[in-house]
């Protein structure tokens, strides 16, 4: 019985489908990357803004396709969409046989037998365990190249940011305990990982459920106390929770990566108040301040969110002067999505859809702009690089400096006289800049020594 998987969204999501994938494997299903030699497939759905619920459902339809017209046996719905939506995704497309929700991932076993054994094709199988209750962690099979790998530390969300749809999709928030989380990190070393990133729903509030404060910087420790693991990269900070002993943390653990994923969503106070954001524009400026000033070559990554309902031409202009003054060296920019059971569904003062998409360009722009210069004043110094592959079209190796997250930033392109193996560190000279990306050359060992 060969399995195919189509995994949508973020790394959270992402270590569901290795959880699933370890948990089919060990009842010895083939897994297959190729979704026309499947007999099952697997949509590990997001769902939680529109553009992420029409990329699940065009793969439904994808995969539909092939099992009116592959002889596909099954579809199973898993992830955010299936979640959200439940039962109305077995209504809605007739051509799926099984959904679980969040809460059932360890029922995939129980749901691929059922869609093999199952003898008319009116029968679907659906779970939707509680959520809250979910085992966390677990054994998986990484999906990242061998030498990179995503940590979860904790599961869900107490933010109840007024556009979110996440906590009722992913349940309260729920930290693993330290001990879970360091033996999960000694065994991802062991597999050979060289950079892990540690991410959930809100990074920064780690712990507090469980040992009565912010432990992200505790966390910290006890990773690096009990690995070697080089780079350790943190996902997903919020702005009013960057405690003291984070940033000392930060500062003083040569093996935590002074780079920090801080989504801020908007800096206007109207904007924050409305959704519901924890901290006010004077905490946020506050915390950027005291990131740059205590960790001087820190990379901030951030994100915003225009077109809310009800911003105006002045909360917006706040925003892009925000951008220019603060000159983040990573930020994405989302359009408002007004998405059903959240409080801004309802709001008055919806934005024009060019609107948002107009003042969105504006951003990016002037994103654009801080990149290249940032980008080329990296020109003539020499890095640190996490070898990820060759391009034997381009012949040119690529990976990525501490300054690059997995997936989201940019590349470091580099020549070398001879071939590099995936997940080396390496010294590269920057030579150039293409858009987000730097090029450079391998610094020989000669060259260092002179």
């Not at 033996?183 to 062991?190: I, V, Y």
């Not at 809100?202 to 006890?222: C, F, M, Q, V």
Request: hydrophobic share 35%; glycine share 6%.
């Amino acid at each position: 019985m060969k399995i195919g998987f189509v995994s949508l969204g973020c790394p959270k999501n992402q270590l569901d489908t290795e959880v699933m994938l370890h948990e089919l494997m060990a009842e010895g299903y083939e897994i297959t990357p190729e979704e026309t030699e499947a007999e099952i497939v697997i949509i590990n759905t997001c769902g939680f803004i529109e553009s992420a619920k029409k990329e699940a459902i065009d793969n439904i339809l994808d995969i539909a396709w092939l099992k009116n017209h592959n002889g596909l046996r099954g579809i199973i719905v898993t992830g955010c969409l299936a979640e959200r939506y439940r039962e109305s995704i077995l209504e809605e497309f007739p051509e799926v046989d099984a959904v679980l929700g969040v809460g059932s991932i360890h029922n995939i076993v129980d749901a691929v037998r059922f869609v093999t054994e199952k003898k008319k094709k009116s029968q679907k199988y659906s779970s939707f365990e509680d959520k809250e209750q979910v085992r966390l962690g677990g054994d998986r099979v990484l999906t990242t190249p061998e030498y990179t790998a995503y940590l979860k530390i904790a599961e869900g969300c107490d933010n109840r940011c007024a556009y979110c749809a996440i906590p009722a999709i992913r349940g309260k928030f729920r930290s693993r305990p330290i001990e879970d989380i360091v033996a999960e990190a000694k065994q991802l070393e062991a597999l050979g990982v060289r950079e892990l990133t540690v991410v959930a729903q809100d990074t920064t509030r780690y712990g507090k459920d469980i040992y009565g404060e912010y432990s992200l910087h505790k966390l910290l420790r006890a990773i690096t106390d009990a690995t070697e693991i080089p780079w350790i990269r943190i996902l997903y900070c919020y702005p009013d929770k960057i405690t003291d002993e984070l940033v000392a943390e930060m500062r003083d653990n040569p093996r935590i990566l002074k780079y920090i994923d801080l989504p801020i969503q908007h800096i206007s106070d109207r904007m924050l108040t409305a959704m519901n954001r924890h901290g006010d524009s004077k905490t946020v400026r506050e915390t950027v301040a005291k990131l740059r000033r205590e960790i001087p070559d820190i990379v901030i990554r951030t994100t915003f969110i225009v077109g809310f309902p009800g911003e105006s031409e002045e909360d917006f202009e706040e925003l892009l002067e925000f951008v220019k003054e603060s000159k983040f060296e990573h930020a994405g920019v989302f359009t408002y999505s007004r998405e059903e059971d959240t409080p801004a569904y309802d709001f008055e003062d919806q934005i024009d859809e060019q609107v948002k998409q107009d003042r969105m360009d504006i951003i990016m722009r002037e994103q654009l702009d801080i990149n290249e210069a940032r980008n080329r004043g990296m020109i003539g110094k020499t890095i640190t690089v996490l070898c990820e592959d060759f391009d034997p079209v381009s012949e040119t190796h690529f990976g990525r400096s501490e300054a690059d997250a997995p997936e989201i930033d940019g590349k470091v392109y580099f020549r070398a006289d001879t071939r590099v193996a995936p997940g080396s560190f390496v010294k590269v000279k920057v030579r150039d800049v293409l858009d987000y990306d730097l090029i450079g050359r391998l610094v020989t060992k000669e060259q260092k020594e002179n």
